[in-house]
């Protein structure tokens, strides 16, 4: 599977109506899913938490959980539901996750997160990978973050994305976690010099091609969250960079896009804001973003809301160029 290009697991972002609109923007991207945890998989709606559309692929379900049975199960079940990659989440820093013993504490226990890999990977044929920081609290010296590696690795985990920063378990809210701490990309390069037969993509404020680039000449991909939400051009953009044709060239091929996916939506009873508050930033850099962005934004949350909107909304933009720098405005 190629991962020069993924697209980062978002809770409340990156579920599967982004994830399709983010597919038409980089046809090469692999997608995550957001958290889904193992305990939800078992007794909640499965349908309503796994299923997506064929056009998302490759796609990796990222799992929350820290019991290796739980997990087991839940990936033998995303298995069945087409997903390409099982990601097991051992960043995330939120206190109800911590709860639950999972997320970034999990890096406190290799050999737990082991069993778990172990589990999984006995459930299912596909490829179990492993989302983590550099470190939690102060256990964040290169030593800490090898051993927990190493122990995952030796349960046949051959992928690590490293969220190269590493989290504080008290005192800052998941928010301040993604800000924080100061990110450390050379430690995720030294990772890659030293396991050279593991593939590490790197996270944490990736945002340009040119920062792309320079990520890809130390390690085996990258991963963008809050650029490619915000700033979802930005896919098109390094799609086609990385990767060449491919890519749509014009937004408005993407807005016409999305109209038909909101018409079958519709059919579902999927209300059209479920889709467009993922396409806010779709122009933004163009005279007329802002526009778009109202219309939007203020049509889209009114009842019985049409897919139309999209196209009267993306008619506010005047043109596919770039705005005019600040100086020339005044
Ligand atoms: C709103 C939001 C929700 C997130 N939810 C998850 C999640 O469900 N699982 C996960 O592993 N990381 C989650 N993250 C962290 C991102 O995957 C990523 O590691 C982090 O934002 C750093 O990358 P970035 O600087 O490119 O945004 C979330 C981040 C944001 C902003």
């Known amino acids: ?99 639950g013993a999972f997320g970034a504490c999990l890096m406190a226990e290799p050999a737990r997160v082991a069993d778990c890999v172990a589990a ?8 179990v990978t492993v989302k983590c920081r550099i470190g939690i609290d102060h256990r964040d010296d290169y030593g800490f973050f090898a051993e927990f590696v190493d122990a995952v690795a030796a349960a046949g985990c051959e992928v690590f994305v490293v969220h190269a920063r590493k989290a504080w378990l008290t005192g800052l809210s998941p928010r301040e976690n993604r800000e924080v701490p100061p990110l450390r990309h050379e430690v995720p390069r030294r990772l890659k010099r030293q396991r ?55 937004r408005r091929e993407v807005v016409e896009a999305m109209a038909a996916y909101a018409a079958r939506a519709a059919d579902r009873g999927v209300p059209l804001k479920a889709i467009g508050r993922h396409m806010l ?17 203020e049509g889209m949350v009114r009842a019985g809301a049409r897919p139309d909107l999209l196209r009267e909304a993306a008619a506010c933009v005047r043109e596919d160029t770039p705005a005019p720098a600040a100086s020339t405005l005044c």
Not at 44 to 66: C, I, K, N, S, T
Not at 281 to 297: C, E, I, Q, T, V
């Open 196 to 250: 050279p037969d593991l593939v590490i993509v790197a996270n944490g404020g990736i945002r340009t091609v040119a920062e792309v680039r320079d990520h890809l000449r130390a390690v085996d991909g990258v991963m963008l969250g809050r650029e490619a939400y915000g700033n979802p051009w930005r896919l098109a953009e390094l799609d086609r960079a990385l990767f060449g044709a491919g890519p749509p060239t014009d």
């Open 120 to 127: 999984m990977r006995a459930a299912t044929s596909l490829p």
């Open 281 to 297: 930033g779709l122009f933004n850099g163009l005279p007329g973003a802002r526009a778009w962005r109202r219309s939007l934004g």
């Open 1 to 99: 599977m190629d991962r020069r290009l993924c697209v980062a697991p978002m809770m409340d972002r990156t579920d599967r109506h982004c994830r399709y609109f983010h597919r038409l923007l980089a046809p090469h991207a692999l997608l995550y899913t957001e958290m889904v945890t193992a305990a939800a998989i078992r007794y909640g709606d499965r349908e309503r938490l796994l299923a997506f559309d064929p056009a998302e692929r490759p796609l990796a379900l990222q799992l929350g959980g820290g019991e290796p049975r739980d997990l087991a199960f839940a990936a033998r079940i995303g298995e069945d539901f087409g997903y390409d990659e099982i990601n097991l989440n051992c960043g995330c820093p939120s206190p109800r996750v911590r709860k």
